[in-house]
């Protein structure tokens, strides 16, 4: 089981800044890719940027240039720094994971709970 525990959401006006964190705990598994995705009110959950293990990063075509996200290994932490801020930013972003079971080598995907970030125009 992993628990993921995200922080850094909140108000902001538009063209600030915010930091996104996540940090998973558990064991028995490997983390292989982490990442952000977001939810609109109204809208369908979407991509943010992912990072693997590797630090291959993929990110969303409406965050290139402003969203950089990074990851510690060591910690199993995953950040997000959000710069440039838009009123469109505003979502509940969620903190994924993808692991590997050591035992049995199952591919498996966990969410964390959200966290809201809202910017003001």
């Known amino acids: 089981q992993v628990q993921l525990v995200e922080s850094g959401g909140g108000l902001v006006q538009a063209g600030g800044s915010l930091r996104l964190s996540c940090a998973a705990s558990?064991?028995?598994?490997?983390?292989?890719?982490m990442g952000w995705y977001r939810q609109a009110p109204g809208k369908q959950r979407e991509l943010v940027a992912t990072?693997?293990?590797?630090?291959?990063?993929n990110y969303a075509d409406s965050v290139k240039g402003r969203f950089t996200i990074s990851r510690d290994n060591a910690n199993d932490t995953v950040y997000l720094q959000m710069n440039s801020l838009k009123p469109e930013d505003t979502a509940v972003y969620y903190c994924?994971?993808?692991?590997?079971?050591?035992?049995?080598?199952?591919?498996?995907?966990?969410w964390g709970k959200g966290t809201l970030v809202t910017v003001s125009s």
């Open positions: 558990g064991s028995g598994f490997s983390i292989n890719v």
């Open positions: 994924y994971v993808g692991v590997i079971t050591r035992l049995i080598k199952r591919v498996m995907d966990y």
């Open positions: 990072i693997t293990s590797s630090g291959s990063t």
